[in-house]
């Protein structure tokens, strides 16, 4: 337990600093610590919550959150996350999709990270639109944020600009966690919270601590783009270990 909690709190902090909940990464480390598959989203979504809520208020409050249009792609997504959390999965079947959508999200990260200048119009918002509900139903399957596959899209279609995009990035996660956390325990019971809460309640601690230190120091004495590819790569490895049983 002491190498798990210190690599989620690495994870936190790295994460936090971009404005990611690091959810994709618990999961894949509570994978492949045999962590029990049915609280295993439990968990990583509200290690999610435990980073990403600090990150939105600080967002908030800095007004850096374009309102509008992020509340239209969190409004979409929200209700598919619940619907995520609450599907029937099988463990084989979790583990595929996990490792799939790790293996995905590992590619996003490669993506080059472009947005419009400051004050430019935003774009690309129709096609956000679409995409939201998918990514939020998948993020209440496996238990992740979401957000780590929406910001390399919103660059991609030029939404906005980079901090606005964090922002975005950051509210997505909260509020689609929190739903994912709902349909999950429609699906398993409340008893599941408790359950997960007692085991995890260690990597908990962990996330906050290491949450913290990232959204206050930013990483910056790490060049991001570093971060980026040493994450991608160890998320695609991880992916693809899940997806061939290695």
């Known amino acids: 337990m002491p190498v798990l909690a210190a690599a989620f709190a690495l994870t936190a902090l790295l994460y936090a600093s971009v404005g990611f909940g690091g959810g994709s990464t618990y ?10 598959y049915r609280l295993l989203p439990i968990l990583s979504l509200a290690c999610n919550v435990a980073v990403v809520a600090g990150s939105s208020i600080r967002f908030a409050r800095a007004r850096i959150i374009p309102w509008r249009n992020a509340a239209t792609l969190t409004a979409i997504a929200a209700p598919a996350a619940f619907l995520g959390g609450l599907t029937p999965i099988k463990e084989a079947a979790f583990m595929t999709v996990l490792g799939g959508s790790l293996v995905l999200t590992g590619a996003t990260l490669l993506f080059p990270q472009t947005s419009t200048r400051e004050g430019e119009p935003t774009g690309g918002a129709r096609w956000m639109t679409l995409a939201a509900a998918p990514i939020g139903y998948l993020a209440g399957l496996v238990g992740i944020g979401g957000g780590i596959f929406l910001a390399p899209l919103l660059h991609l279609t030029r939404w906005n600009n980079a901090r606005a995009v964090a922002a975005t990035a950051a ?3 909260l509020v689609n966690s929190l739903f994912g956390i709902a349909g999950q325990l429609v699906k398993s019971g409340p008893d599941r919270m408790g359950e997960a809460i007692a ?5 908990l601690l962990a996330v906050v601590i290491g949450g913290q230190i990232g959204s206050l120091l930013a990483v910056r004495y790490l060049p991001q783009t570093a971060i980026r590819w040493l994450t991608a790569a160890l998320t695609i490895w991880v992916g693809a270990r899940l997806l061939f049983g290695a």
Request: hydrophobic share 65%; no cysteine; proline share 6%.
């Open 171 to 173: 509210l997505f996660i």
């Open 27 to 36: 999961s894949a480390l509570l994978a492949l610590s045999g962590f029990d």
């Open 199 to 203: 085991l995890g309640l260690p990597l």
